[in-house]
């Protein structure tokens, strides 16, 4: 069974840092690429950033230069690394998984793959 499990949220104070990973159960990081989403309450999904396939890395301007992701073929995981935390990123994160996917400046518009999300809360 493919599944995907994202891991590491929590409570952190603003500008903290905190780094969420996504597990592949089933299958291989190798060739896909993954998106990572949040949700705030009262608020639409929205995809902060991907990796291609091909290890480009997408952001939105709201985390570019605070965000960053990789991925670890030895664990299994593409982790998000989340410094200099804001209020404003409060919010479950997800992430999403597409095979073979390559752009050099957009992130896939459907992916095949969730996780359940896991709650991020910046906050004093």
């Known amino acids: 069974q493919l599944q995907l499990a994202e891991s590491g949220g929590g409570l952190v104070q603003p500008g903290g840092s905190l780094r969420l990973s996504c597990e592949f159960s089933?299958?291989?990081?190798?060739?896909?690429?993954v998106g990572w989403f949040r949700q705030a309450p009262g608020k639409e999904r929205e995809e902060v950033l991907c990796?291609?396939?091909?290890?480009?890395?997408i952001a939105t301007d709201s985390v570019k230069g605070r965000f960053t992701i990789a991925a670890d073929n030895a664990k299994n995981t593409v982790d998000l690394q989340m410094n200099n935390l804001k209020p404003e990123d409060t919010a479950v994160y997800y992430c999403?998984?597409?095979?073979?996917?390559?752009?050099?400046?957009?992130?896939?518009?459907?992916?095949?793959?969730w996780g359940q999300g896991t709650q991020v809360t910046v906050s004093s």
């Open positions: 990796i291609t396939s091909s290890g480009n890395i």
């Open positions: 089933g299958f291989t990081v190798a060739n896909y690429a």
């Open positions: 999403a998984a597409l095979y073979w996917y390559f752009s050099d400046y957009k992130c896939p518009r459907e992916y095949d793959y």
